[in-house]
Nanobody
Framework: QVQLVDSGGGLVQAGGSLRLSCAAS????????MGWFRQAPGKEREFVAA????????YYADSVKGRFTISRDNAQNTVYLQMNSLKPEDTAVYYC????????????????WGQGTQVTVSS
């Protein structure tokens, strides 16, 4: 089992920045590929970014590429999502997720999920 706790959300004006954190406990964090997803009201949960176990490779949704950066600190058992140039359409609940073997965009392939953190971007 892996327990994930998301934090760092809040209210920010358009053009601002936030950094989300996801703290992991339980099994060895460095054995898991990690992802961030988001879900806006009335919409499906969608992929945002992913990072491999070692941090050597990252992948982003087109909608956030160039604005968001995913990173991880395996010594601290934490994955981050730095979000810059935020837009109102980035408003959603953001979730981190862990996958033992999978690396990609499919949410049903992730094994463990955080509880989510609300990000609201005002115009």
């Amino acid at each position: 089992q892996v327990q994930l706790v998301d934090s760092g959300g809040g209210l920010v004006q358009a053009g601002g920045s936030l950094r989300l954190s996801c703290a992991a406990s339980g099994r060895t964090f460095s054995n898991f590929n990690m992802g961030w997803f988001r879900q806006a009201p009335g919409k499906e949960r969608e992929f945002v970014a992913a990072i491999r176990r070692s941090g050597s490779d990252t992948y982003y949704a087109d909608s956030v590429k160039g604005r968001f950066t995913i990173s991880r600190d395996n010594a601290q058992n934490t994955v981050y999502l730095q979000m810059n140039s935020l837009k109102p359409e980035d408003t959603a609940v953001y979730y981190c997720a862990a996958a033992r073997f999978y690396y990609g965009v499919a949410k049903n392939q992730y094994n463990y999920w955080g509880q989510g953190t609300q990000v609201t971007v005002s115009s």
